[in-house]
């Protein structure tokens, strides 16, 4: 998540209090989610789905350990499941949109996936 919502921050807000970017990052994924349903495309839908439920997986895994990071895999595990996942469908999601053959489409999502680890790194 982004500046003032993510685990470090979470910790220290008292239970129930939000800060704004938190509501600006709903707002976000709200449209997003409504934009994604608009395309009235199964295969958009699920690969959202999937992505969505792989980055909430990674958060929580994250936000249950009382300290910083064990391990520079664990690190890494946190980043293939929210960071580069979520990098993985926006290169994905637009050429199941497209008229693109199976092998175009894992491509894109490859490359999608591999360009989300830079900017955790």
Same mark, same amino acid.
């Given at each position: 998540?982004?500046?003032? =919502?993510?685990?470090?921050?979470?910790?220290?807000?008292?239970?129930?209090?939000?800060?704004?970017?938190?509501?600006?990052?709903?707002?976000?994924?709200?449209?997003?989610?409504?934009?994604?349903?608009?395309?009235?495309?199964?295969?958009?839908?699920?690969?959202?789905?999937?992505?969505?439920?792989?980055?909430?997986?990674?958060?929580?895994?994250?936000?249950?350990?009382?300290?910083?990071?064990?391990?520079?895999?664990?690190?890494? =595990?946190?980043?293939?499941?929210?960071?580069?996942?979520?990098?993985?469908?926006? =290169?994905?999601?637009?050429?199941?949109?497209?008229?693109?053959?199976?092998?175009?489409?894992?491509?894109?999502?490859?490359?999608?996936?591999?360009?989300?680890?830079?900017?955790?790194?």
């Amino acid at each position: 998540m982004g500046r003032g =919502c993510g685990a470090g921050s979470r910790r220290s807000t008292p239970a129930g209090l939000r800060q704004p970017a938190c509501w600006w990052e709903t707002w976000l994924f709200t449209r997003a989610a409504e934009l994604i349903l608009g395309t009235r495309t199964l295969p958009v839908i699920e690969m959202f789905t999937r992505t969505m439920s792989m980055m909430v997986e990674g958060e929580v895994s994250q936000l249950a350990r009382e300290r910083a990071i064990s391990s520079r895999e664990e690190y890494f =595990c946190w980043i293939g499941a929210k960071t580069a996942t979520l990098f993985e469908f926006a =290169c994905g999601a637009p050429a199941l949109l497209g008229v693109v053959d199976e092998q175009a489409f894992n491509s894109v999502r490859r490359f999608g996936y591999g360009l989300g680890w830079p900017s955790r790194l």
